[in-house]
């Protein structure tokens, strides 16, 4: 004889059912709030990590810039050294070069000619004075293409007859030797300095 099960079977699987989903749907609901709540304390550890190692690349820029600021100020004051070493090794060379070049003049002073005025502008020299006759300039000027010193003679001025007074006034400029020979080098040509070498 066939059972007749009178229980209500299907009402019972649905519930059974409907709470294993909303088990299912909780357990799912909690799964991700910790996924969620993992992944936030792990992006602001990060963040967190991040930050520290900024402020401490901030802090070493910082530092890096004054060190920065300091070598700037160790290089100027080297630069000013330098050029105050520089000026302190012309001035001791150009001190015996004022006597050489007032022995050096009266050396190539022709007789009949006196100077006026001397005025030194770095390494030009301007000589003003009177002589007897032209030919005394003239003189004056083969003295110092001749002379050690002394070179380059450029005559400017000369006056002669009743407005220069007795004898010739003249203006004559010159450079000492160092400076003519410097301002000459440049002068030669590239191919000459070949043919030289050849």
């Known amino acids: 004889m066939p059972s007749i099960n009178l229980l209500p ?11 294993e989903f909303l088990i299912g749907l909780g357990a799912a609901v909690a799964l991700a709030a910790v996924v969620a709540l993992l992944t936030h304390l792990l992006i ?19 530092e890096l810039d004054k060190a920065i600021e ?6 100027e004051r080297k630069a000013r050294m330098i050029a105050r070493m520089e000026v302190i090794d012309r001035l001791q060379q150009s001190r015996p070069e004022v006597v050489r070049l007032f022995d050096e003049m009266v050396a190539q002073l022709p007789e009949g000619l006196y100077l006026t005025s001397v005025k030194q502008s770095g390494r030009k020299l301007e000589f003003n004075g009177v002589a007897q006759s032209s030919t005394r300039v003239s003189s004056l000027m083969r003295n110092i293409d001749a002379s ?23 203006t004559l400029f010159a450079q000492l030797r160092g ?16 043919e030289a070498r050849k």
């Open 9 to 19: 079977w299907r009402q019972a699987l649905r519930q059974r059912r409907q709470k």
């Open 44 to 62: 602001s550890s990060m963040i967190d990590r991040q930050q520290r190692r900024n402020e401490l690349l901030k802090t070493e820029i910082a």
């Open 70 to 75: 300091e070598i700037v100020q160790l290089e």
């Open 148 to 170: 050690e010193t002394l070179a380059a003679p450029d005559l400017k001025v000369i006056q002669t007859g009743r407005d220069a007074g007795p004898g010739a006034q003249f």
């Open 179 to 194: 400076a003519a020979e410097a301002e000459a080098e440049p002068a030669k040509s590239p191919a000459g300095t070949r």
